[in-house]
């Protein structure tokens, strides 16, 4: 499977605090994705990464790649409690396209 | 609006009997997609289907049926052959691979074996 992993499983922080998360994967990719999810709901999309980009940003979201080590990383900058989600990296691969596979996640916690 | 609508939301099963769990979309997409998330857990990849008529076995079909006779529906049988089948179920659906494969999301389906 090329699943991507993310770290770390839980993350804790502080309103006004800094949030980052980890992805890697196994196989070579076209993109990455990073999704929210909140509790019992549909995940929505945040933000694409290609696999020719080493960096994106979208509002407080800060997405970077690294295609050598097939790892990316999800920055929320300047967490609110609302951001209180869990988040998903998802990659389809060079070979199988339309097969997205999304890894087991990071549960993040925002403090008020 | 235009969007993926699951249905029902809430669904109990007795042990033994299949259900099928509806999913619908107005975006005109191409490709749709089934997935299992249990509690706590990542989503695992059950079906997909690129166009009509066409679908393949994602890392957890065994247990599942689906079809593809409309482009707009993409219906999850759950067969009394999945042991286990007490989870949330997410459809999803994907535009033209030219606007790259971001995915969109229905609210889901809670299936509960009672």
């Known amino acids: 499977s090329q699943q991507g992993e993310e770290d770390p499983q839980a993350l804790s922080i502080q309103e006004g605090e800094n949030a980052t998360m980890n992805c890697s994967y196994k196989?070579?990719?076209?993109?990455l994705q990073w999704y929210r999810q909140n509790s019992g709901r549909g995940l929505v999309h945040l933000i694409l990464?290609?696999?020719?980009?080493r960096e994106k940003h979208s509002g407080r979201l800060r997405v970077t790649l690294d295609t050598s080590k097939k790892s990316s990383s999800l920055l929320i900058t300047a967490s609110r409690a609302a951001d209180t989600a869990s988040y998903f990296c998802?990659?389809?691969?060079?070979?199988?396209?339309?097969?997205?596979?999304f890894g087991p996640g990071t549960s993040l916690s925002v403090i008020p | 609006d235009g969007g993926i609508t699951q249905s029902p939301k809430y669904l109990f099963r007795k042990e033994g009997q299949n259900v099928t769990l509806s999913c619908e979309q107005n975006?005109?997409?191409?490709?749709m997609y089934w997935y299992r998330q249990d509690p706590g857990q990542g989503l695992r990849l059950i079906y997909y289907?690129?166009?009509?008529?066409?679908?393949q076995k994602g890392d957890i079909a065994e247990g599942y049926s689906v079809s593809r006779e409309k482009k707009e529906s993409f219906p999850l049988t759950v067969t009394s052959a999945q042991k286990n089948p007490t989870a949330f179920y997410l459809c999803?659906?994907?535009?033209?691979?030219?606007?790259?494969?971001?995915?969109?999301f229905g609210e889901g389906s809670w299936l509960t074996v009672v």
């Open positions: 999803a659906s994907r535009r033209d691979r030219s606007s790259g494969n971001t995915i969109y």
């Open positions: 990464i290609r696999s020719n980009e």
């Open positions: 975006l005109n997409h191409d490709a």
């Open positions: 196989t070579s990719i076209n993109n």
């Open positions: 289907s690129q166009i009509v008529n066409d679908f």
């Open positions: 998802a990659t389809g691969s060079k070979t199988s396209y339309d097969k997205v596979i």
